[in-house]
């Protein structure tokens, strides 16, 4: 395999990073609101959201990419690839990131909520000087193995014609008819992405454990 074509598979690494970083800064967000209205005291809201969870917990993140990009295209709405896939894996995030965050604001003591109104803090003080910098912390283990999943999970974008990493992968392949290689090689670039992360996740999640000891 020569320059070009591993400069072809940087390129793809390359959107692979950004897909990950839209989809995890977009579902980051959109996972907190999910994440408040699930803690709400409001039935309609946590029953509304309790739903979106399910479906996107319940059904495959190929399917959620299909629908979104061929879906939204029967009904007149024609996305371009990388539209669709950010849009597509925002929504997955923010169902995952909501329901890993609901629990870390309910695993806060319910002492600190009482404290807090005990000293009449409103809702919004609430939750930002109290509940969720704790939850936030109880919350990164699994947060950032999320993290590591939604990166692999990217390579499900090839399927609708978007050239990340493996797509990028393929194409090669087919050029020069080396897959074991290329494939070797775009194994290794996953690893040296996802590895570092999932040991920090470890040590975290190691530190907290020790912490709560």
Known sequence: MGSDEFLFLLAGLKWTVALSAVGFIGGGIAGLAVALARTSEYPLLERVTASYIALFQGTPLLMQLFVVYYGLALIGLKLDAWVAVSIGFTLHASAYLGEIWRGSIEAVPKGQTEA??????????????????????????????????????????????????????????????????????????????????????????????????
């Open 116 to 213: 807090a109104k005990a000293l009449s803090l409103n809702y919004v003080s609430r939750m930002k000087d109290v509940i969720l910098p704790q939850a936030i912390r109880i919350s990164l283990p699994a947060t950032i193995g999320f993290l590591v999943q939604l990166i692999k999970g990217t390579s499900l974008a090839a399927i609708v014609g978007f050239t990340e990493l493996t797509r990028a992968g393929n194409i090669i392949s087919n050029q020069i008819f080396a897959p074991l290689l290329v494939f070797g090689i775009v194994g290794v670039l996953y690893f040296i992405m996802c590895w570092p992360l999932s040991l920090y996740g470890a040590r975290l999640e190691r530190q907290f454990a020790a912490a709560s000891r």
